[in-house]
């Protein structure tokens, strides 16, 4: 159990979050997972978190600030990132149901990324 | 003859390192023995820069695995060297003939936890390879000894 | 300073549990104090197997092989500790003085110049030094000879014509540079000169645009800084096209379609743009723009801080469409949908287009993130419908 | 073992330089670096100290060209000579497909000599190769030096099973050639015996 534990519990506790991970965004490498089976969490991270760099780039590039929440939808689920506001390395990305509570994910994420700073 | 099987089929190793290369967004990519030998690559421009790199890649396998076992450690897993500019990632792994090396070179495009994620998937993939004990085609032994003799005379000189 | 038996005897015992001890150089350093030359020798090539890059060891192995004589392998030993230690005074002063022993004055004054600036107080040193300087000035340098020119005879060779210069190992651990170098035009390099150049080539346009932007949509224009068009000329149209997309074949004839359209009959691209822009006018937006599989734009503006990112932001999200298909499909997702990122300042809506393309909604953070999403749905249909009709490459 | 890629029709062998420590084996790789047009060689990589002690090894990948429809390359290794780098030694000897044993003529240097060739075959036999086998030949090198041992000296010394051998002076290239073409041949020989068993 390390510090961020709490944090993560507190995200994992929201209905349809099917795991949570705490995840250096420069090589995106786990560095705290609570996950349910069958979540490739090492390639979720690592896929995430450069997505998440990505993008960070592209609106850099418009000028449009520094991006600070990602949300992916697909068929089958969602993916969150969220960064802290002063973008340090860490990232958290939340994997969920596609019925998950959207609202409530972001919450709980903004919430954490702020405990992150 | 350790290596013996593996000579046949090295041409399917193109296939899972290209999806690597695509997949990681790496720059670089070489698979060795552990002798420096390359068995498949991508993205060098010049086949002998490539010998260039195996040879220095298989020589840093070789003495880190060497310092691990001062250390009383098995070997390491992989080793990654970061940089600004770009960072190196240097996989063995076993399949059913010997060891291999994966040496891949990559910038912001990817990241340490991309190129973990898509090397364990090429190390699925080639340890899956049919071919590692399939018999060798033959070559006409005769016209070897002729063109090696020509070819000889060629790069040295007739003597 | 001699060390105690005690110690010595402490030394000797651990290096016996483990020959890679480092205490083998202590107890080799009092062995050569004693005069015990061979035993000090055999326990330094010992400890050096095990310790390969320890340069106190190559330095004292240096030291023994000098005392008994063997000036060579003393110098090899002390070029091997300089190498690993380019800053080791000992090393570099006993290796410069050998150098004045065998009268290598070039070298001599190489090293000691840099042992005297480590060590200006050391006055057998500086003599040395002079002496080497005052040598080297006078002698023709007789430094270490490079690969000699080649002796026709036995080593002549058809294939093997000699090359205009012996370059030794000057090409030595470039190899490795060789390595970080290779890929150095990374995809943000490259996307970096792509804008600026359609940002010169577009400024071109940007009087004639804010004429017509003024005539055709005042209130969105003065809403967002009376900078955008609403609805852009056909001169744009083919300005846009002709920065935007230099290479694409089928796509810049396309443009010149579009461009050629703009007299005759409305062609299908206007009334793109035309949709895209008035999404773009809404209040608190950004931008929204259509781009194809490659980057490029095909309709919409994406106006920052008075000037069009649309380039910009093309260049860099061209992969993002394709990053998050690899993401959600190997992670066993389906396809992805869309993507929603969020800044302090602005909300950003992305999602694929039927082709492989992808559209993106910019807006300020004011605009609730609902309206965000349903502005991008309807530039999403915008875009199919034009597709429908055939307007895709 | 020469490895023979039958898809992209490639043989790629290795031989490594061995000897003492100054007895000439990089020399040999600089002279071969310099003569060998730049479009049938590779970078020559070199770890090694300021006056070219080898510290980790040389190496530099050769063309030959093609035989048989097969690309023929080289990869040219030395070894560091210093009698505590054997465990780099050993790596460096990982695979070679011939060595070349560079022995220093000089008569002071005959312990040397003897020293390092013993240390060669145990190493070998350490990796499972038998060292009556693998092709090796001899290059006495530094012939030109003032009071070396004479060629019958030197066989006596170390050519006990009659290898090919060549006079060298490596600094001025006289040799190199002679003895890069002289392990070539047996490599490339001992392959075409291995085409020969398979073709049976």
Redesign the interface.
Known sequence: MSAFTPLLDSVNRVRGVRGSMIVAADDGLIVEADLMIGIAGPAVAALVASLFRRARRSVQAAELGAAAYLQVEADEGLLFAAAPPGLGDLLLVVVAESWVNVGLVRLEAARVAEALA | ?R??DL??????LKGPVDTFAREAAVRLVLLI???????AQRGFA????V??VA??GA?IH??SR?VAQLLGMPGFKHLHQGGAAGQVFIGPFQTPSEELILITVFGEDSSLGLVQVFYARLVEEVQKLPGWSQA??????A??????E???D???GA? | MSATPTQVRQWSEEVARDPGNLAFLPLAESYREQGRRDAALRLC??G??RN?ENVEAHHLLGVIYAEGGEP??A??EW??A??LSPDHRAARRAIGMLCVERADWPAAVRHLERAVADAPDDAELRSAFDLARTNAAVSAPMA????????P???G?A?????P?????G??????G?VGGVGGVGGGTAAGSNVGGSAVSGGSMASADLNRTVDSAPSAAAARGGSTSAAPPAGNAGGSASTDRPMAAGEAGAAAGTAAGAAGGPPRWDSLQDEFAALGAERGVVGAILLDEQGYVIAGEMTVNGRDRAPEVAAVLSGASSEAERAVKHLGMGAWRGILLETPEATVRLAPVADGGMLAVAARREVPTGWVLRLAARARDAAARWLGAGGGP | ?S??????REI?S?IVYYGP??SGK??NL??I??????D??????????????T?????L?L???????FQ??F?L?TVPG???????RK??L???DGVVFVADSQRAQQDENIESFRNLQVNLLEQGVDPRTIPIVLQYNKRDLPDVLSLDEMDDLLNYRDLPRYEARS????????T??GI??QV??RL??R??R??E
Not at chain 2, 136 to 141: H, I, K, L, Y
Not at chain 4, 3 to 8: A, M, R
Not at chain 4, 63 to 69: A, P, T
């Open positions: 003859m290596r013996g000579e046949e089929f090295i041409g399917d023995n552990g002798s420096g030998q390359v068995l010049r086949a002998l820069d010998m260039g040879a220095l020589g070789a003495s060497a060798r085609p033959t070559t006409d032994a016209q070897f000894e002729r063109d090696l020509a070819g000889l060629h790069f040295f003597t | 090539i010992r050096l197997e390969p060579v392998k110098f090899d070029d091997i300089l190498r270490r000879p490079g690969p000699a020119p080649a002796s005879g036995s080593t060779s294939a093997l014509a000699p090359p210069a012996a370059d030794s190992t090409g030595g651990v470039g190899g490795v060789g | 073992m490895l023979v890629n039958y898809s992209t790629t290795k420590g100054r990089t020399t600089q002279y670096h310099a003569q060998v047009p730049e049938r060689r590779g970078r020559m990589v070199s770890l090694a100290t300021e006056t070219d002690r510290l980790f090894f040389d190496f990948p063309d030959l060209g093609s035989i048989s429809g023929t390359r990869q290794y210093q009698v505590y780098y054997d465990a780099t790596l460096v990982q695979g070679a600094l001025a290239g006289a040799g190199v050639f002679d890069l073409r070539s041949e490339l020989r075409s015996q085409f020969g398979a073709v």
